[in-house]
Nanobody, 123 residues
């Protein structure tokens, strides 16, 4: 059964850090591009970052550049999103998604989506 599961969300103070994980099962994750997206309360979903199947290409939203880092660990079928220097406006449900084409995944046209993990940045 094909599945994407996000984890690592939680409550953190402004300036803090979290590491989100996206773990895949049921398919060959290593040949797929992966993206992270988020949706804040009352707002539309937006792209945060994406990574190519081999990790050679990455992309970041301007609002997170220099603070977030995407990476993947092939042997663990997992993609990570390191969130540093968090701000209240980073609050939202973070989703990972995957598909065969890097450009499509980065633009949100992914084939498979996880159910999300909640990140709350608040003092």
């Amino acid at each position: 059964q094909l599945q994407l599961v996000e984890s690592g969300g939680g409550l953190v103070q402004p300036g803090g850090s979290l590491r989100l994980s996206c773990t895949a099962s049921g398919f060959t994750f290593s040949i797929y591009a992966v993206g992270w997206f988020r949706q804040a309360p009352g707002k539309e979903r937006e792209g945060v970052s994406c990574i190519s199947y081999n990790g050679d290409d990455t992309n970041y939203a301007q609002s997170v550049k220099g603070r977030f880092t995407i990476s993947r660990e092939i042997v663990k079928n997992t993609v990570y999103l390191q969130l540093n220097r968090l701000k209240p406006e980073d609050t939202g449900v973070y989703y990972c998604a995957t598909g065969p084409l890097f450009s499509e995944v980065c633009s949100g046209r992914a084939h498979y989506w996880g159910k999300g993990t909640l990140v709350t940045v608040s003092s």
